[in-house]
C-alpha cells in the first residue's frame, strides 16, 4: 500500500478552476494505478478519473463518461504525485475528493479495486 495526502480543496465560484494534487509515500508509487473518487452529502461515493501504473512518462487515463470534458488526471512519478485538474466547475460537483491507489488495471472504477485512501479533501462550487 501507500500512503495518500490530498491537497488542492477550497471553495470555489461556479466556473472556476481547481487543481487538486494527492501525494504518496514509497518507491513503488509508479506501480500503482492512482484514482479520484468523490462523495457528495448523502450519496455514494462515485469514480472521478484514474491514472496507469507507468516506468516511463507515458500513462493511459480514464475518466467517468460525464467529467471527461471538464476534468484531467495526470501523474508525475519523480513527485509521487497525482493530479486532477476540474474547470468550469459546477455546483453539482460540491464533494469530498478521495485520492486512491491499487495494483488493478486499466479502466478500473470500482473503488473495491483499490486499496490505499487518502483522507480527502473538501471542494464546494458556489452558485
Known amino acids: 500500500q501507500v500512503q495518500l495526502v490530498e491537497s488542492g480543496g477550497g471553495l470555489v465560484q461556479a466556473g472556476g478552476s481547481l487543481r487538486l494534487s494527492c501525494a504518496a509515500s514509497g518507491r513503488t508509487f509508479r506501480r500503482y494505478t492512482m484514482g479520484w473518487f468523490r462523495q457528495a452529502p448523502g450519496k455514494e461515493r462515485e469514480f472521478v478519473a484514474a491514472?496507469?501504473?507507468?516506468?516511463?512518462?507515458?500513462?493511459?487515463?480514464w475518466h467517468a463518461d460525464s467529467l471527461k470534458d471538464r476534468f484531467t488526471i495526470s501523474r508525475d512519478n519523480a513527485r509521487n504525485t497525482v493530479y486532477l485538474q476540474m474547470s468550469t466547475l459546477k455546483p453539482e460537483d460540491t464533494a469530498v475528493y478521495y485520492c486512491?491507489?491499487?495494483?488493478?488495471?486499466?479502466?478500473?472504477?470500482?473503488?473495491?479495486?483499490?486499496?490505499?485512501w487518502g483522507q480527502g479533501t473538501q471542494v464546494t462550487v458556489s452558485s
Open positions: 486512491a491507489g491499487g495494483t488493478t488495471g486499466y479502466n478500473s472504477q470500482g473503488a473495491n479495486a483499490y486499496d490505499s
Open positions: 491514472v496507469s501504473w507507468s516506468d516511463t512518462i507515458s500513462y493511459y487515463t
